[in-house]
């Protein structure tokens, strides 16, 4: 079954900075747009970023500037790094794969990592 495995996340400063990775498995990653989601407590989970398989990006307003997405789509990992990291980027990330290889769209989560931004 498809998997999609989160880590990087973690406590920091504000300020500082996270490098967050989501490794696919068993899916056709190249057909798939990858992205990055975020719910904070009581909050609904919105989207922070996506990058399709030629590489053009999205960013939430929030985040412009401060978080980059990326993908290698020979590891088949797509990456988020956060710098001057906010307290009010504190929620729990999700790994976000949405496409696929025909015309039926088909959507796969990750499990979550949890961003504290917190001094």
């Known amino acids: 079954q498809v998997q999609l495995v989160e880590s990087g996340g973690g406590l920091v400063q504000p300020g500082g900075s996270l490098r967050l990775s989501c490794a696919a498995s068993?899916?056709?990653?190249?057909?798939?747009?990858m992205g990055w989601y975020r719910q904070a407590p009581g909050k609904q989970r919105e989207l922070v970023a996506s990058?399709?398989?030629?590489?053009?990006?999205n960013y939430a307003d929030s985040v412009k500037g401060r978080f980059t997405i990326s993908r290698d789509n020979a590891k088949r990992t797509v990456y988020l790094q956060m710098n001057s990291l906010k307290p009010e980027d504190t929620a729990v990330y999700y790994c976000?794969?949405?496409?696929?290889?025909?015309?039926?769209?088909?959507?796969?989560w990750g499990q979550g990592t949890q961003v504290t931004v917190s001094s």
């Open positions: 990058i399709t398989n030629g590489g053009g990006t």
């Open positions: 068993k899916l056709t990653f190249s057909a798939y747009v």
């Open positions: 976000n794969a949405r496409g696929g290889p025909s015309t039926t769209i088909l959507n796969y």
